[in-house]
Nanobody, 124 residues
C-alpha cells in the first residue's frame, strides 16, 4: 500500500484548505484512515480519523473546523480545513490502520501505512 498526500500550502489565518490522500491497494477499503500532523519540535499528533463505515473522530483542537471524509471507490481521503489558525501549521500525514478490530485509534503507532506528508503553513 502506498499513500500520497497533497494539497498543502501557505495560507492566511482564517483561510480554508483541503488536503487529499490517494492510496493504492485493496487494503484501503478495509482500513481505518486518519490524518496526523507534526509541528517543528513537537511529536506527531492525531488530527482526525474515519472508520470503514464512515464514523469519524477528531482531536479537540480541530473539532468543528476540520472534516475528514473518504471515498472507498476512489481510494481517497480528504481533510477539509476551515478557519485555519497559526497553530495548525505542521506537516500533515495520512495513514492507514488495517487492524480488523477496534475503533479509530489516535495513537500513531497503530497505523501501518503512512504517506510522506504535506506542509501546511498558516500565517498570522
Amino acid at each position: 500500500v502506498q499513500l500520497q498526500a497533497f494539497g498543502g500550502g501557505l495560507v492566511q489565518t482564517g483561510s480554508s484548505l483541503t488536503l487529499s490522500c490517494a492510496a493504492s491497494g485493496r487494503a484501503v477499503r478495509i482500513s481505518k484512515a486518519a490524518w496526523f500532523r507534526q509541528a517543528p519540535g513537537q511529536e506527531r499528533e492525531f488530527v482526525a480519523g474515519v472508520g470503514r463505515t464512515g464514523n469519524t473522530s477528531y482531536a479537540d483542537s480541530v473539532e468543528g473546523r476540520f472534516t475528514i471524509s473518504r471515498d472507498n471507490a476512489k481510494n481517497t481521503m480528504d481533510l477539509q480545513m476551515i478557519s485555519l489558525k497559526p497553530e495548525d501549521t505542521a506537516v500533515y500525514y495520512c495513514a492507514l490502520d488495517i487492524t480488523a478490530y477496534g475503533g479509530i485509534n489516535p495513537n500513531a503507532g497503530a497505523y501501518e501505512y503512512w504517506g510522506r506528508g504535506t506542509l501546511v503553513t498558516v500565517s498570522s
